[in-house]
C-alpha cells in the first residue's frame, strides 16, 4: 500500500493502524512519526553518501591519472579502476564530440573509448 492510500483511508504512515483524531493526521502516535522520519532520512543519508563516494572514487582516479602523466586514459583501463563516467558534477556542451565533463575542480573530455584534455579547472562561480 502506498503512502497515499494510507492517507486516504486515515491510516498511520508508519504501522498501517487506524489513526483517530485530527483528519490531518498522518501518524497513531509520536513513536511512529519519528519512526517513519527516522527512517526517511537514513535512506535519504545513504543514498546521498552512494552518490558522494562514486563522486570522490572517479575524483581519487583522474588526479592520479593527472599525477602518472597518463594524456589519454583508455575508459577500459579507468573503468577496471573503478572509475564510473555516469557520476560526475558537471558538464558544458562545447560542441558535438568536444563536451566537457567535470568532476569537481577536475575537467575532462571523452570519446566512447578514451579521456583526454584532463586538467585542473578554476572553481565555479
Ligand atoms: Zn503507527
Redo the contacts with the bound molecule.
Sequence with gaps: MNNNTQKEKGL?L????PVTGRSDKL???GK?KNEWHNRISGSERRSRERVFSMLWKNYKILEMVLEGGERTPEMATLSNAGFRPEYITGFRRIRHGRDEYRCFDICYNKTETRLYNIRRAPEIL
Design positions: 498511520c508508519n504501522c498501517g493502524k501518524f497513531c502516535c511512529c
